[in-house]
């Protein structure tokens, strides 16, 4: 266990490095989902209604929380098929050390740029008018939510980056983001879609984790009349822990086949 916690560590200190070799990078992580909230709060949101009341930017905010930690998941794919194409991996593979590092670096340090991203964007939410009403707990427990469901998607990109040798699949991954953020209670209320839809979004998992912020956060637009939008708070636990069962064991499993 020593060993692994070392080497993970050392794994967690490179992938931060070259983070902070690459600020465009990280500016760009960042960057984006600023614009996106100064669009909806400025250029949409005057046409956006929040069911019951409430403000819309309050709305928002929770959303776009959790719509960042959805692109990380084309972030980490980059990464990962950078490491592969440049034989980074393949020098891992056979090193002296714990074979959970790759994976326990990779997440720790993509849990680290969420967390700042995460900060930057509440700062960006205050200046814009947002509030947590929430108590101090219950504004650690949305937070919490948020790392979480990152956390089952940096999984899902680490399998599909080691799955695949073709960047171009990173451009169809990212383009399948904005439909799988967009078809959820992110943006709007799920009761102002075609019955059909709104159930489609809210058993999307984003929207367990987005109801589940607004609920802990205590933002406008919580309520849901459905079985999983009265029970968001769970399934944003649901969710993450399916993801998880599933993409954990293949991406082990698919790094110990490489180059077979």
Do not use: K
């Amino acid at each position: 266990m020593r060993w692994a916690v070392e080497d993970g560590w050392t794994l967690t200190q490179r992938y931060l490095a070259q983070l902070a070799r690459r600020p465009a990078r990280l500016a760009g992580v960042v960057a984006f989902p600023i614009l996106m909230v100064l669009i909806f709060a400025y250029l949409l949101g005057g046409g956006m209604s929040v069911p019951g009341g409430g403000s819309y930017r309050e709305f928002l905010m929770p959303g776009m929380f959790a719509m960042t930690m959805a692109f990380g998941l084309s972030g980490t794919m980059i990464a990962v098929l950078d490491d592969t194409g440049r034989g980074v991996t393949d020098r891992f593979r056979s090193l002296p050390m714990a074979p959970s590092a790759a994976f326990t670096g990779r997440v720790a340090a993509d849990l680290v740029n969420a967390a700042l991203a995460l900060a930057v964007l509440a700062g960006c939410g205050f200046a814009v008018g947002w509030r947590p009403h929430g108590s101090l707990g219950e504004t650690l427990a949305a937070l919490g939510l948020l790392l979480l469901l990152r956390t089952a998607l940096v999984w899902a990109g680490i399998y599909l980056g080691l799955l695949t040798s073709d960047p171009s699949m990173v451009s169809l991954v990212q383009t399948l983001e904005f439909p799988f953020g967009f078809l959820s209670g992110a943006f709007v209320a799920t009761s102002t879609m075609p019955a059909w839809l709104g159930t489609v979004a809210e058993w999307n998992p984003l929207s367990s984790t987005v109801t589940a912020a607004r609920v802990l956060f205590g933002n406008p637009g919580a309520a849901g009349t459905s079985w999983v939008s009265a029970h968001a708070v769970p399934m944003a636990v649901v969710w993450p822990v399916v993801l998880l069962a599933v993409f954990v064991p293949l991406s082990v499993r698919r790094y110990g086949r490489l180059g077979n």
